[in-house]
């Protein structure tokens, strides 16, 4: 065997451990507390195309889960589909699924959480239930390579522990209508709605 033919072999095999490793390091969503439940739900926005994406977000909203969109838009027209004043989680799961689905991208931004937990705040010792208020959000989706909608403002939150131990959202506030006046944007529920 020559020397070129042992270089090479020695890095296909290279190649192959790096791939290894790189199918083995894998991201593990921790569900027990709000804190962790809201980085998943900001990772399974932006990596929408990955397999088990969908049933990873379902572990996110609690069984009884409620989004209740902003009053501003409750009433309106998104085509043919007027907005109500809320959806169950079975509603939000499929304008979800159709988003991810349909989406070219998706980039949802939640900067409070790049500080960390205490930034974003935790149930106090013994509490079964945590509301964080005023979360500025930031969702971008494209439905192509030009044409996008976005909306940018503050929801409000609410998590409930399980009996698993982890924290899903058990009612998402839409308050990122009332900063259409300035903005010109669309709101979160609006986009929702779109892909409902």
């Not at 990772?43 to 379902?58: A, L, P, S, T």
């Not at 409620?66 to 004043?85: S, T």
């Not at 991810?100 to 149930?123: C, V």
């Amino acid at each position: 065997m020559s020397l070129r033919t042992i270089i090479i072999v020695s890095a296909l095999v290279l190649v192959a451990l790096v791939s290894c490793d790189d199918e083995i390091v894998t991201y593990t969503p921790d569900l027990s507390s709000p804190y962790g439940i809201m980085v998943e739900l900001e990772y399974c926005f932006n990596h929408n195309q990955e397999d088990g994406i969908i049933k990873r977000m379902d572990a996110v909203l609690s069984p009884d889960f409620v989004f209740y969109f902003d009053p501003e838009n409750v009433g309106d027209y998104v085509g043919d589909y007027e907005i109500p004043v809320f959806w169950t989680k079975t509603e939000m799961m499929s304008a979800v699924r159709n988003m991810f689905n349909q989406a070219h991208s998706i980039a949802l931004q939640i900067p409070i959480l790049y500080g960390g937990e205490d930034a974003f705040g935790k149930p106090d010792e013994g509490e079964t239930t945590f509301t964080r208020t005023n979360v500025s959000v930031n969702l971008l989706v494209m439905v192509d390579e030009s044409e996008g909608y976005q909306a940018a403002g503050f929801c409000h939150f609410e998590f409930t522990k399980d009996g698993s131990g982890n924290w899903p959202i058990t009612i998402w506030w839409d308050r990122t209508a009332m900063v259409l006046l300035t903005t010109g944007a669309t709101s979160l529920g609006e986009i929702f709605a779109l892909f409902y």
